[in-house]
């Protein structure tokens, strides 16, 4: 199913989107989250995450860097909007996403986590920007396939049965 949203509509949402760090996609879906239960909602996020890593490598596949960078933040998003329904915790903000970051290094005491959320949030900058370069991108996704693998790990920690759902989609 698809929906068509154009005109002044279209150009409020991408404006307020935008605002908020989100593709506008993202941005309906998160408003629309936000009336769901959570349980629901950690479903939406499976679903979400397997949809934009599948799309990040086909991007990265075909050479379109730009997109697969936006999708592979999509796929990190998507985890850390997890974490955040498990923990009860905030997760619509870069800030948001930071808090959630900072938490689960401290408890996996593992500091490479912000290392590489901070590549992750490089990639999600190239989308606008284009700036990584085709000979680079190869050690951006190895880094941003770390993260989404440890990111898993960590939510097997706290829900068994979403990490399996999230970890059927691998490479």
């Known amino acids: 199913m698809s929906i068509v949203i154009t005109g002044r509509i279209a150009e409020a949402i991408m404006s307020i989107a ?6 506008p996609e993202e941005y309906i879906i998160v408003k629309i989250l936000e009336d769901l239960d959570p349980k629901k909602r950690i479903s939406i996020y499976v679903e979400l995450f397997r949809r934009y890593l599948s799309e990040a490598r086909k991007y990265a596949g075909e050479e379109n860097f730009p997109q697969a960078c936006e999708k592979y933040w999509g796929a990190t998003t998507s ?16 800030s948001d996403y930071w808090e959630i970051m900072e938490m689960i290094a401290i408890e996996m005491k593992d500091k ?12 999600h900058a190239n989308y606008y920007h284009n700036f990584i370069k085709k000979e680079n991108f190869p050690s951006y996704t190895r880094a941003i396939e ?13 829900d068994r049965k979403t990490a399996e759902k999230l970890a059927t989609n691998k490479k």
């Open 112 to 123: 490479e986590l912000l290392k590489l959320f901070a590549i992750a949030e490089k990639m």
């Open 79 to 94: 985890l850390l909007n997890i974490v955040g329904e498990l923990k009860n915790m905030d997760h619509y903000k870069h």
């Open 18 to 23: 935008e605002k908020h760090g989100f593709a």
């Open 146 to 158: 770390e993260l989404i693998r440890r990111l898993i790990a960590y939510i097997g920690t706290i």
